[in-house]
């Protein structure tokens, strides 16, 4: 007998997701949230933003040159240029009057229908090969922008680069840094969120076992917290395989503080190869008794098996857009 008829109703119609260089099918009404997204820098998306974003860098414009620099001439802009593309524009300045070392850089771009605002900072002493950090970061700039174009919600590309909440930029070069996560909410199970992030740069001094191993010693010299972990229930914990990757897992039960209900606490870690786009580490987490952002607020409305159902459903669909 099928223990979680619920989750098998819930994913009866689906649709692909795509963010960063990955891809997941989700439940057709499943709401997506879109967290911070970084190629290179910081990229902030505007949707239906391609009729304002001149008027946005504008006032930007304004604000900075009201602002007067205390040891440079002039105001806190440096310089305001068309950008690389039709309707963009590129922002050079100071972040602060008495600032005399870094420069922010912003562009906003103008991809139709959509906008984005690429924000990067930098020196402006010279590196090697005699460009200056600033003109190193406007090659950048110029290269993301031209490569840069809008995506419908469900569009999954097919040729390689990454997937921005609106956008997709093309690239196979794994030159910058990658930075993505998404989070995905479900109407008929309002307490429950899924969320996924991946880093192609991250740096891990130490393994997702040793972590939990060094949190559960932690909470044994707490009397406290020891009370608390007795009645935590392990569901299930340790290596797990997801499509092509083998990563760890560790799903617990914990109850409320009230000890009222309990809720759920879900994880996955793949470490990846360091600065290898074509196999970025990424982690995911499931939480139940949600309310207010907060998980564990509430009792679950996921009984164990489902919790387990919709964790495996969700986890099974998860990819790489482009396989090398």
């Given amino acids: 007998m099928n223990a979680a008829p619920r989750i098998d109703k819930l994913f009866e119609k689906t649709k692909p997701v795509c963010f960063g260089r990955f891809f997941i099918d989700v439940p057709a009404d499943a709401e997506v949230l879109f967290?911070?997204?970084?190629?290179?820098?910081?990229?902030?998306?505007?949707?239906?933003?391609?009729?304002?974003?001149?008027?946005?860098?504008?006032?930007?414009?304004?604000?900075?040159?009201?602002?007067?620099?205390?040891?440079?001439?002039?105001?806190?802009?440096?310089?305001?240029?068309?950008?690389?593309?039709?309707?963009?524009?590129?922002?050079?300045?100071?972040?602060?009057?008495?600032?005399?070392?870094?420069?922010?850089?912003?562009?906003?771009?103008?991809?139709?229908?959509?906008?984005?605002?690429?924000?990067?900072?930098?020196?402006?002493?010279?590196?090697?090969?005699?460009e200056s950090n600033v003109e190193t970061e406007m090659q950048e700039l110029t290269y993301v922008a031209n490569n840069l174009r809008a995506r419908h919600p469900d569009e999954v590309p097919a040729e390689p680069g990454v997937c921005l909440d609106l956008?997709?930029?093309?690239?196979?070069?794994?030159?910058?840094?990658?930075?993505?996560?998404?989070?995905?909410?479900?109407?008929?199970l309002p307490d429950v969120s899924f969320s996924i992030s991946s880093n192609k740069d991250a740096r891990r001094d130490s393994t997702f076992e040793e972590r939990r191993s060094e949190a559960k010693k932690a909470a044994m010299m707490f009397a406290p917290l020891a009370t608390?972990?007795?009645?935590?229930?392990?569901?299930?914990?340790?290596?797990?395989?997801?499509?092509?990757?083998?990563?760890?897992e560790a799903l617990f039960r914990r109850p409320l503080e009230d000890e009222k209900g309990v809720w759920h606490e879900f994880q996955f870690e793949y470490p990846g190869v360091r600065y290898d786009h074509h196999n970025?580490?990424?982690?995911?987490?499931?939480?139940?008794?949600?309310?207010?952002?907060?998980?564990?607020?509430?009792?679950?409305?996921?009984?164990?098996?489902?919790?387990?159902?919709?964790?495996?459903?969700?986890?099974s669909t998860m990819r790489l857009r482009v396989e090398k």
Avoid: C
């Fill in 35 to 130: 967290g911070p997204q970084a190629f290179g820098p910081n990229i902030e998306t505007i949707e239906k933003g391609s009729k304002a974003i001149r008027k946005m860098a504008s006032v930007k414009q304004a604000e900075l040159e009201a602002i007067k620099h205390r040891k440079e001439p002039g105001s806190l802009l440096r310089s305001a240029i068309d950008g690389p593309t039709d309707g963009s524009k590129v922002l050079q300045f100071r972040d602060d009057k008495f600032n005399v070392r870094t420069i922010d850089i912003w562009g906003y771009l103008n991809v139709p229908p959509h906008a984005f605002i690429y924000k990067t900072m930098t020196g402006g002493e010279a590196i090697s090969g005699g």
């Fill in 228 to 248: 608390l972990f007795s009645k935590v229930k392990t569901l299930r914990e340790g290596h797990h395989k997801v499509s092509k990757w083998t990563g760890d």
């Fill in 280 to 315: 970025p580490g990424w982690d995911a987490a499931l939480f139940t008794g949600v309310k207010n952002d907060q998980a564990g607020s509430q009792a679950s409305s996921l009984s164990d098996e489902e919790a387990i159902a919709l964790w495996d459903r969700m986890l």
């Fill in 167 to 188: 956008g997709f930029i093309q690239d196979d070069s794994g030159k910058f840094q990658e930075e993505f996560s998404i989070g995905f909410r479900f109407p008929s």
